[in-house]
T-cell receptor, first 111, second 114 residues
Framework: QQQVKQSPQSLIVQKGGISIINCAYE??????FPWYQQFPGKGPALLIA?????SEKKEGRFTISFNKSAKQFSLHIMDSQPGDSATYFC??????????FGAGTRLTVKP | NAGVTQTPKFQVLKTGQSMTLQCAQD?????MYWYRQDPGMGLRLIYY???????DKGEVPNGYNVSRLNKREFSLRLESAAPSQTSVYFC?????????????FGPGTRLTVL
């Protein structure tokens, strides 16, 4: 049973465009929602995270939007760059030992 | 600082063979984790160690054992490898189990079981 559903599986965006990746979770007890970025041959790295007491968090070109009532959250990458091409994972957790990951989105930003 | 290191990077096993994946961290973290990553499945927690001297099962522990050798090192053992264990394995560490403690991941071990 996948507790965090992520879409789309893959995404192609032109340089300068906006990339949007969506996730939905089931367990309302989750209180931490991170996004990880993974480059080929590397481990995932934390990109940005949000807690459910806020509806939006922005760090540079990356923004998380959070909708608690809908149990959904999304990652927006503004002014997407070829260097952003990677696989992105959303996750949800109560503690680090129960973090549930989405299946991942492979983003390709075309120059 | 090297962060989280894993050995080996690649491994091919035959069904029934055993092997140990090694992980070490130099960040003085208390908690360490082993995940597997499969296509279309994201990462799933196999085992974790909240602190030195403790280990606990995660979401998918069957077929694996772990050892927290000391504060730095956390190994994952496959006693009798099966093709279903073909995956990429990631070790991670964090200061503690609370989710505000960022998890830092190693570069992974790509394991193929024939």
């Amino acid at each position: 049973q996948q507790q965090v559903k992520q879409s789309p599986q893959s995404l192609i965006v032109q340089k300068g465009g906006i990339s949007i990746i969506n996730c939905a979770y089931e367990n309302t007890a989750f209180d931490y929602f991170p996004w990880y970025q993974q480059f080929p041959g590397k481990g995932p790295a934390l990109l940005i995270a949000i807690r459910p007491d806020v509806s939006e968090k922005k760090e540079g070109r990356f923004t998380i939007s959070f909708n608690k009532s809908a149990k959904q959250f999304s990652l927006h990458i503004m002014d997407s760059q070829p260097g952003d091409s990677a696989t992105y994972f959303c996750a949800a957790s109560l503690n680090n030992n129960d973090m549930r990951f989405g299946a991942g989105t492979r983003l390709t930003v075309k120059p | 600082n090297a962060g989280v290191t894993q050995t080996p990077k690649f491994q091919v096993l035959k069904t029934g063979q055993s092997m140990t994946l090694q992980c070490a961290q130099d960040m003085n973290h208390n908690s360490m984790y082993w995940y597997r990553q499969d296509p279309g499945m994201g990462l799933r927690l196999i085992y974790y160690s909240a602190s030195e001297g403790t280990t606990d099962k995660g979401e998918v522990p069957n077929g694996y054992n772990v050892s927290r050798l000391n504060k730095r090192e956390f190994s994952l053992r496959l006693e009798s490898a099966a093709p279903s264990q073909t995956s990429v394995y990631f070790c991670a560490s964090s200061e503690g189990l609370a989710n505000y403690n960022e998890q830092f991941f190693g570069p992974g071990t790509r394991l193929t079981v024939l």
